[in-house]
């Protein structure tokens, strides 16, 4: 399903990054790369996010990372979900950030190659993922991916 692009990412030597586990050391670079890529900083959520994904239980949980220690350029977090909504075990990618200077250039495509890598070894047949609506480069990231509409439809409901 997933499309691999031969672009390699620029970086200061021009090679290709390393795609890795994320250790705890990665995550002060993760939460700068979030805070330049969403104008927000989140020490606590990427903190949970890491306890949660990158910590333990790796043989369905994956945080992936791509960069060094202190200066993270893209990551991509998923897990397999099994029986949520009456679905069958599949793969679910929570979040994907590439650097802005370094985008189209094929490491957002590594990312998604890797963490479905690690689904495919984890037992699962199929990806999923959630995208807001008027977030068009995101959209278009995942189709160039080979990902078409799911099964399934949000719902929500306000309090106020
Ligand atoms: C989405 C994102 C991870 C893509 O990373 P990337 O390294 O640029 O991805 P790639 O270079 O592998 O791009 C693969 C394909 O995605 C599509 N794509 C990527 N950026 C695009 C853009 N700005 N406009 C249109 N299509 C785009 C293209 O089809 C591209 O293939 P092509 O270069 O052959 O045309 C990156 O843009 C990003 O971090 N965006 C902000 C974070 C975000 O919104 N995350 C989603 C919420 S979790």
């Not at 979900?81 to 075990?89: D, L, M, N």
């Not at 993922?129 to 306000?158: C, K, W, Y």
Request: one cysteine or more; proline letters at 3%; glycine letters at 10%.
């Amino acid at each position: 399903m997933a499309r691999r692009t031969v672009k390699a990412p620029r970086t200061e030597g021009d090679a290709e990054m390393e795609i890795r586990t994320a250790t705890a050391a990665d995550v002060p670079g993760v939460i700068a790369l979030d805070e330049e890529v969403t104008g927000l900083l989140k020490p606590d959520y990427w903190q949970d996010m890491f306890e949660r994904y990158g910590a333990r239980r790796r043989e369905s949980r994956f945080f992936l990372v791509a960069g060094a220690a202190g200066r993270i350029d893209g990551f991509i977090i998923g897990e397999v979900r099994a029986w949520e909504f009456g679905s069958s075990p599949s793969g679910w990618i929570f979040a994907v950030q590439v650097r802005s200077r370094l985008r189209v250039h094929g490491l957002g495509s590594r990312l998604f190659a890797a963490v479905c890598d690690c689904f495919r070894d984890a037992g699962v047949d199929r990806v999923r993922t959630m995208v807001a609506r008027d977030n068009t480069v995101i959209h278009s990231f995942f189709r160039s991916q080979g990902m078409t509409a799911g099964p399934f439809i949000e719902l929500e409901m306000r309090f106020d």
